[in-house]
């Protein structure tokens, strides 16, 4: 059994979120009924990341184990071939049988994109969310250093009961401008539900100088959800990468030059 | 009577074209209709430059003609209010009585994008032509210089008999690179149909190998149609900026200030 990684891209604006959903349009969805098109066989394929309604993906990655004895290096090209035109698979790889895309990922980088401008942008409209009102970002910017680091962030939880363990660590994050685009770029060993939309929405009300940048170290300590800002919607959020330990991967790669 | 110009941003992918056809969605009737409800007026809009069906525009620019009181400042957001999610109205000014979106135009900036890739791009599709072979860029570059000055497009444009004249003057021409992106700006006094996108295919050529650089020269030279190269899609290119003298401009917004 032969298991096969692949990093995917899409434009999530038609699709009710990765996972896949009764009676709805899924990515997951699109991609097992491509995996099958392709392998002849109907297997899972499991995501890193379930992404939300209306999320963006360049960086994806999911797995699916099969018999099927296509080159892996064909494999984007056929899985194209068969996908809807928003979601494209841009790589592949072969892992080993321990690969799992979601339980073997180091870490997760997603972006968040704002339009600060008072006038809508036709082009930007499917990928940054609009705030009119100036931001400042030097105090966004100043915010955004007490989330680097080892914290609970159960305060910027949607449903911080689904969890037993809220404690998540941030590796790094970046807040950027180029006006009118500001953007957060984060990267973390996990994310709990709605924590990237939650960290944006304080952000942009510390941007818009209705609160403090030591609001976000104090909702690390308090931990209560209410006190975080609003959840900004899902467009503006894009999963950048996923990141695997380099000796899985080369492992897994020469385990494949081996097999084939 | 007032002279209000509009600069529109649009998204051409669910457009057939600039210009109002009958039982199509074209981004002149949806202006015209949106005009209309925010002057109560159904007057003509014109633009600078009639796109082609799936060309997207940051800088179209167009022009009408109103009664109405509403101040040069608020067009935008009336506009957009009322506008498809995939136009926006993103600046008006005041123009005189003389001014023609089209007419008065001094000259006009393209952008063509190529995904330059042999694996296609679910984010990009909308946005740029794939080309899956690798490009010479530095061949393209060469061949890009060839365009500047004041030449017979003839063998550029898709229909030469509409033309008295095919002679146009390229400001600008500047091919670059930030792989897998390479794109083409290109600012000229004026552009003949399908001239951006018959300049392109014939670039990509040269950039294959499968013509010299110098064929553009040449072509200038004979400005026969059937030896330029392909005519690529229209969904890479982009009307980037119209330009108008900055006195007409200045003269505009000054008896603005004083009208208002």
């Known amino acids: 059994m032969r298991t096969i990684a692949v990093v995917i891209e899409y434009d999530g604006t038609d699709f009710a979120g990765f996972q896949v959903q009764r009676g709805k349009r899924t990515v997951q969805a699109e991609l097992c009924r491509a995996v099958q098109k392709v392998t002849k066989q109907s297997v899972p394929v499991i995501g890193a990341s379930r992404t939300d309604a209306g999320a963006h993906a360049t960086g994806q990655v999911v797995h699916f184990r099969t018999l099927c004895r296509i080159p892996v ?53 499917r990928y940054a969310y609009r705030v009119s009102q100036p931001l400042d970002v030097e105090a966004m910017q100043q915010a955004v250093r007490y989330l680097v680091g080892k914290h609970d962030f159960a305060a910027f939880a949607s449903e911080v009961g689904r969890y037993r363990n809220t404690v998540r660590e941030v590796y790094s994050a970046q807040l950027q401008a180029r006006l009118p685009l500001v953007w957060l770029r984060i990267e973390a060993n996990g994310f709990l539900q709605g924590m990237v939309r939650a960290i944006m929405g304080t952000l942009i009300e510390i941007g818009l100088g209705k609160r403090a940048p030591e609001t976000v170290e104090q909702l690390l300590q308090s931990g209560v959800r209410g006190d975080a800002g609003f959840n900004v919607p899902a467009h503006g959020l894009c999963l950048v990468r996923v990141n695997y330990d380099e000796s899985t991967i080369l492992r897994s790669e020469q385990q494949a030059g081996k097999g084939l």
């Not at 841009?90 to 968040?112: G, K, L, N, P, Q």
């Open 73 to 125: 290096e064909r494999v984007p090209a056929a899985l194209n071939s068969v996908l809807p035109r928003d979601i494209a698979a841009r790589y592949a790889w072969e892992a080993d049988e321990t690969f799992h895309a979601r339980y073997s990922a180091r870490s997760r980088v997603y972006r968040y994109t704002i339009w600060n401008h008072p006038v809508r942008s036709a082009l930007m409209e």
